[in-house]
């Protein structure tokens, strides 16, 4: 996997281009939930599909359907690209023109091929379920060969990258510093608020420690 070919090299803003160290990549994909995969079908049309990924080592991992067309397109090995963003935080400057945003978005390239094997495939769903919520397959039961073979698994092979990083402050010209518009940064964040239970949930069930982890404190 290399971050600097043809297809990755930056036209425009080529300093928030980060190739020093796939840390980062890795960091951005492991918080991420969910990627948008484009890809073109058959009939020469072009498509994005959002979806829940997971990275494993150096590939990332999605799953869906088997009765799919487009995870079985996939399934095919044609060339996707795949798109990430994560917002950090609303940059505000003193005129709407110069007001942008902190950001860390990465394109990845490559192609996707089926995991087939069942041990695997079942090894891939689990990393899939821990990634959404650390822990849960310890908690809950394992899938059933009628689940697994219901399930398109997904291994996307990154070829090239290519990966931006914004943390700028407000880059306003020297007359508007001097005038009387409020200028900084407006942080993001993310967060799980809540856990309602199913309407059907057994009494006396609590939440599990999973669960649990992912909520601000009581």
Request: aromatic content about 6%; hydrophobic content about 40%.
């Amino acid at each position: 996997m290399t971050s600097r070919t043809q297809r990755t090299t930056p036209t425009r803003y080529a300093e928030r281009v980060s190739d020093s160290n796939v840390a980062e990549l890795h960091r951005l994909l492991d918080e991420s939930r969910i990627g948008h995969v484009g890809f073109v079908v058959e009939s020469g049309q072009p498509v994005v599909l959002p979806i829940a990924i997971a990275r494993d080592g150096a590939d990332v991992l999605m799953h869906g359907s088997t009765g799919s067309s487009w995870l079985r397109r996939l399934s095919q090995g044609v060339p996707v690209s795949l798109a990430v963003t994560a917002l950090d935080a609303l940059v505000v400057a003193r005129s709407a023109f110069e007001s942008s945003m902190r950001y860390r978005s990465a394109v990845l390239f490559g192609s996707c091929q089926p995991v087939l094997d069942p041990e695997e495939k079942a090894r891939a769903l689990d990393t899939l379920t821990d990634s959404l919520i650390p822990g849960r397959v310890a908690e809950v039961r394992p899938a059933s060969d009628k689940e697994l073979a219901a399930t398109q698994v997904l291994r996307l092979t990154v070829e090239d990258y290519s990966i931006k990083i914004s943390q700028n402050w407000p880059d306003d010209p020297p007359e508007d510093v001097d005038g009387p518009a409020w200028a900084g940064v407006l942080p993001t964040q993310t967060r799980y608020i809540a856990a309602w239970p199913a309407p059907d949930l057994v009494d006396g069930i609590g939440l599990p420690p999973s669960v649990r982890a992912l909520l601000p404190p009581d």
